[in-house]
């Protein structure tokens, strides 16, 4: 025998032993199915007859539900014919309840009106009675008033009487001391007369100089005591003290003035804005 015939032959051993495997499982493992069916048969039978037993039962349910829902729909006309009465009772009651309202709404704007002006009045005669009194006080203090300011009417025409006199008297005096004056070939002018005087302790700045060098503009004015002819030396501080000359107010306003430069300015020296004027002060040469 040759190695192929030796491999088929154990092939052939191998399927058979297989089959034979096979075979042994088959008849271990199978059912007897006649009875098997049988048994399957009984059960369907079974369930048949509990299904046609449930629909009885759901039968007989739905012929009590149509009962309930017909009971139920006429329970629910019922409350609802008893529910729109409700309604409309309530909306009679709510009606009702706004008309007596109103009414109340009206009394009560009434009695507050009326108590507002009965108030009102009150409040205005308090006030009223108020007022007399004070009007009544006030006469009387006018009164006192009135007979305090004829004293004093009287009191003043007195002293103008005296006044009067006084004046024509120192009327008299003056034109006769001008008339001296005059005679004596002095000016009876009160401002020429108090530019002799000395002027009064004074400073104040160069706020512009003409381009001749000769007039310059003061901050400085009649308020600070300053009259026509009074004389101020002019100086300056920076950047050394310096005297300049001395100059002699022509023009006076309340918050400024005007000098002339008396002559010329020390060794001709060019006058600044910003240079100062006193009355009392020298500096040092």
Sequence with gaps: MTFVGKILVFAIM???????????????????????TEEQKKKVSDL???????????DASKKDLDAAKANYDALNKNLNNQVQAREAQIADDQKQIMQVNGLVTTAQTSAKTALEEAEARRKESIQIRDQKAAVEKQANQFKLKQAELNDRIRELER???TATKHNADLRERVAKFSALLRQNGLSDDISQIKGIESPPPVVGEVKRVD??????????????GLVVGHELFLFRQIPRP????????????PDQAVGRVNGTTYQGKKI??????????????
């Design 272 to 285: 600044n804005e910003g240079d100062l004027v006193s009355s009392t002060i020298k500096p040092r040469i």
């Design 159 to 161: 002293i103008l009487e």
């Design 14 to 36: 191998a399927l058979s032993l297989i089959f034979l495997g096979i075979s042994t499982v088959v008849f271990t493992t199978a059912k007897n199915w006649r009875s098997a």
């Design 242 to 253: 310096e005297y300049l000359g001395k100059i002699t107010i022509i023009s006076v306003d």
């Design 48 to 58: 048949t007859k509990k299904l046609n037993d449930a629909q009885a039962a759901v």
């Design 211 to 224: 381009p001749s060098n000769r007039r310059v503009e003061l901050s400085i004015g009649s308020d600070d």
